[in-house]
């Protein structure tokens, strides 16, 4: 079984930044992609930024440059970093592994807040 362990999440004002992070309880490299997603209630959860194993990256519309994803294959650990916050930004963000085969993992996820 593999866990997925988010960080970073808090309160900050519209405009600020915050650092979120997962580890992975094994290698990022078994995985065929990574990323992050977020949810709010009522809501589908929506893609955020996810990396390939090929390094190709995929991110949601609303992202436009604010947002960017890094892996290091050493810690296991999949970043987002987000500047620009927006209070739409609020969200529960998850932590998201895509295996070569099986179910997808998930984080517990961390909540974000934006204040305006």
């Given at each position: 079984q593999v866990q997925l362990v988010e960080s970073g999440g808090g309160l900050v004002q519209a405009g600020g930044s915050l650092r979120l992070s997962c580890v992975a309880s094994r290698s990022i490299l078994t995985f065929a992609a990574m990323?992050?997603?977020?949810?709010?209630?009522?809501?589908?959860?929506?893609?955020?930024?996810?990396v390939t194993k090929a390094g190709n990256i995929n991110s949601g519309d609303f992202v436009k440059g604010r947002f960017t994803i890094d892996s290091d294959n050493a810690k296991n650990t999949v970043d987002l970093q987000m500047?620009?916050?927006?209070?739409?930004?609020?969200?529960?963000?998850?932590?998201?592994?895509?295996?070569?085969?099986?179910?997808?993992?998930?984080?517990?996820g961390t909540q974000v807040t934006v204040s305006s």
């Amino acid at each position: 079984q593999v866990q997925l362990v988010e960080s970073g999440g808090g309160l900050v004002q519209a405009g600020g930044s915050l650092r979120l992070s997962c580890v992975a309880s094994r290698s990022i490299l078994t995985f065929a992609a990574m990323g992050w997603y977020r949810q709010t209630p009522g809501k589908r959860r929506e893609l955020v930024a996810r990396v390939t194993k090929a390094g190709n990256i995929n991110s949601g519309d609303f992202v436009k440059g604010r947002f960017t994803i890094d892996s290091d294959n050493a810690k296991n650990t999949v970043d987002l970093q987000m500047n620009s916050l927006k209070p739409e930004d609020t969200a529960v963000y998850y932590c998201h592994a895509h295996p070569y085969w099986g179910a997808d993992y998930w984080g517990q996820g961390t909540q974000v807040t934006v204040s305006s």
